[in-house]
């Protein structure tokens, strides 16, 4: 059955009603000849949504963001070719974060196919890197099994799968009601063994100084974490990506620890003689000393073992948890809460001492503490990657706000369509992008997407003229800072132009006002702020 204006009688109307009826009702990308016929399948759905964008890449990078802020399958709709190269990227970041996308590609005719074929690649062989599922339709007959397919394999292996559909193959007639499909889960839930939680319990118990790791796979538990560290009276270090999984103000929470982190986060886990990984990857720039034994709570077996284990628990954090904690000796409280509280108001007066409100370019951390004070509490950021990914780490403090980042691709360019995707996600929320003047001009075109769907959001962009961060990389490498230098246009008025708005900030006692007003606006808002690349001094 399909909900479009007409039965569905092609190959492209049958597999867009086949998503539609699996709740996958958005599609990022920009059409061509080779994907037409999907297009228009897309077009006459009135249940389906098509945000046509300026660059494949800005689709495939929402379609990343859309899994992490919502857990649901956004799909990526391009033409053969250049559109499904553009897609590399973003896709490259959803494999590396393990977030479900499926990719829809057009494909030359099936006459065609082959040496000279215009706009004609292997894409098989494109994609077979980056996706968990991988596959050309080359019978109508197989159409929707492969999708449904395709779709299973996203959301069970976490990651992209890629269909190609030759361009005449989509305009072939068919009749739904013959159709093989298989099933697609909604969501994996993995309960771990009995074994497995006595023997982390045991771990738990025979450890004198225990330190809990939340990482980006506990998002969904943190009910459960708080459980963990309240029965153990253990503190809560975190990786960055879990970075608000509880408020910053949190009794129990001592920060991110690695580089950016909390120096009590790093001194917790020196001191510690175990660490409960709660859905961590014990990733470099987590920085958790190889010697320390862990107890890891993991969805995905393949991470199990990464790090030195004490005990393995294959399983979903939110399942596995309350199981662990009903085995474990319960504790009282030898004075952490007193000593983390503590520390967490040294950490936070020296933050205050950084900000400084008189200095001009504004410092970095003086608009942390500004945009901190002024964000609301249930604000959606998406956070792009360079010096203001820097500062958002070290200097932010979460309350119940929710962001979303390019973690293990660390790609620049995906603050501004991260936060395309939670608007579209999440319609009535704040949505705030985060970016510095580097990665925005990657993706500025795509300003006017936001403008073009009436996606209201404001737009922060730390504009230090500098790649800051490679020219600190530079200067930590012993290396002469060239090439970083930034050549950038009136970002405001570049706003004004595409049809939003734009509030340029260079005084520090304008900014409060400026992000205030911006978050009023109900438009998409750049607020272009002058900052200075130094990190300290």
């Not at 098509?50 to 709709?77: D, P």
């Not at 992209?160 to 093989?180: G, H, I, K, T």
């Not at 004075?335 to 410092?363: C, I, M, N, S, Y």
């Not at 501004?416 to 992008?433: Q, S």
Request: aromatic share 8%; hydrophobic share 45%; proline share 6%.
């Amino acid at each position: 059955m399909t909900t479009s204006e007409e039965p569905g009688t092609t190959v492209a109307d049958v597999l867009v009603a086949e998503l539609e009826a699996w709740g996958v009702d958005l599609f990022f990308g920009i059409p061509g000849s080779s994907s037409l016929p999907l297009v228009d399948a897309v077009r006459r759905n009135k249940n389906v949504r098509y945000i046509v964008v300026r660059h494949e890449q800005t689709a495939a990078l929402a379609a990343s963001a859309y899994n992490k802020f919502t857990g649901k399958v956004a799909v990526c709709l391009t033409i053969a070719g250049p559109g499904a190269t553009n897609l590399a990227t973003g896709l490259y970041d959803a494999k590396e974060d393990h977030a479900s996308v499926l990719s829809l590609n057009g494909q030359v005719k099936t006459q065609y196919a082959g040496p000279g074929g215009i706009q004609e690649i292997d894409q098989d062989a494109f994609f077979r890197p980056i996706a968990v599922f991988n596959n050309t339709v080359a019978d109508r007959a197989t159409a929707t099994k492969l999708l449904t397919r395709a779709l299973r394999y996203a959301i069970i292996g976490r990651g992209v799968a890629q269909l190609s559909l030759p361009n005449d193959l989509q305009r072939e007639p068919l009749d739904p009601a013959y159709c093989m499909r298989e099933t697609c889960l909604s969501e994996v839930r993995a309960a771990p063994t009995d074994e497995a939680v006595r023997a982390a319990a045991e771990a738990i118990d025979a450890a004198a100084r225990p330190v809990i790791l939340a990482g980006f796979g506990a998002m969904n538990a943190a009910g459960a974490v708080l459980d963990l560290a309240k029965t153990l009276q253990a503190p809560i270090v975190t990786t960055f990506r879990a970075k608000g999984i509880l408020p910053d103000e949190n009794e129990w929470m001592a920060g991110v620890h690695g580089p950016l982190g909390t120096p009590h986060a790093r001194s917790l886990v020196a001191a510690s003689d175990l660490v409960i990984a709660c859905g961590a990857s014990f990733s470099d720039l987590t920085g958790i000393p190889a010697e320390k034994p862990a107890v890891q709570i993991d969805i995905d077996p393949l991470q199990l073992g990464k790090h030195p284990l004490a005990a393995g628990v294959w399983g979903d954090c939110a399942t596995a948890l309350p199981r662990i904690i009903e085995r474990v000796r319960p504790r009282e409280d030898a004075g952490t809460r007193a000593w983390l509280a503590g520390q967490r108001r040294e950490w936070f007066e020296r933050l205050d001492r950084e900000a400084d409100p008189k200095a001009v370019p504004l410092r970095p951390p003086f608009i942390m503490k500004v945009l901190s004070e002024t964000l609301p509490e249930d604000a959606l950021i998406s956070l792009d990657v360079g010096e203001n990914q820097w500062w958002f780490g070290r200097n932010f403090r979460m309350k119940r706000q929710r962001f979303a980042m390019s973690g293990y691709l660390g790609t620049m360019g995906f603050g501004l369509p991260g936060a395309i995707a939670a608007k579209l996600a999440y319609p009535d929320a704040t949505v705030v992008c985060i970016t510095g003047d580097g990665g925005f001009a990657m993706v500025m075109a795509d300003f006017v997407t936001a403008v073009k769907y009436d996606l209201p959001m404001t737009v922060l962009v730390f504009n230090n003229h500098e790649l800051a961060m490679i020219r600190e990389e530079q200067r930590e490498a012993d290396y002469p800072a060239y090439g970083t230098d930034l050549f950038n246009p009136d970002f405001a008025a570049y706003a004004e132009a595409c049809g939003g708005a734009g509030i340029r900030v260079a005084r520090p006692e304008d900014l409060r006002d400026a992000v205030l007003h911006a978050l009023r606006m109900d438009r998409p808002v750049v607020v272009d702020i002058e900052t200075d690349p130094k990190r300290f001094g």
